[in-house]
């Protein structure tokens, strides 16, 4: 690879263009040059946005603790005062939650998305008390929230928390 090809590549890429100077020298570059550079461009139409975790509340005193693994990405909500978990977000494709209807509970909207909280159980606490739901964002993202707790008054709070939640960044790019 030529040295111009390899500042025009480092300025398109630190600045989404090509300086006039070097694009008026890649036309001249041999074919073989040329197709190089094209395939070491990033695509953005092509390449898939990373997620984000969603807005948390101004009012919560939250922050997210974040994991990303290959295919998902996990969010923490950790109360700052008290250094406990609020509730978790899990954003992926594709979603192991299943609604079990026998299993329902609270109705509510989550940044306009209405949804059904439903009962869950833990093995490792079998006295907490635990809600989820699942939010289908678009058609490629969907974000399962879950929340355990140990008392009613912790999980009216971390669901009113939850529901306050905005999801309109977590795709970077998204409309």
Request: aromatic residues 8%; contains cysteine; charged residues 30%.
């Amino acid at each position: 690879m030529t040295r111009v090809m390899l500042c025009a590549l480092h300025h398109f890429r630190a600045h989404g263009r090509v300086p006039g100077s070097l694009s008026r020298k890649i036309p001249l570059m041999k074919t073989r040059h040329r197709l190089l550079l094209a395939m070491l461009l990033p695509f953005p139409a092509f390449a898939q946005p990373a997620p984000r975790c969603p807005e948390l509340p101004v009012d919560g005193n939250l922050s997210w603790e974040v994991t990303q693994g290959e295919g998902f990405l996990y969010c923490k909500a950790m109360r700052e005062a008290d250094g406990a978990q609020a509730f978790s977000v899990m954003l992926r494709d594709k979603s192991p939650f299943r609604e079990r209807f026998g299993l329902r509970e609270e109705k509510a909207v989550i940044d306009g998305h209405e949804v059904r909280w439903y009962r869950g159980d833990t093995a490792l606490q079998p006295d907490a008390i635990v809600r989820e739901t699942q939010i289908e964002l678009d058609d490629d993202l969907y974000a399962h929230i879950v929340l355990r707790v140990e008392t009613e008054a912790q999980r009216v709070e971390s669901q009113r928390l939850a529901e306050s939640l905005r999801f309109r960044d977590t795709w970077i790019g998204s409309n």
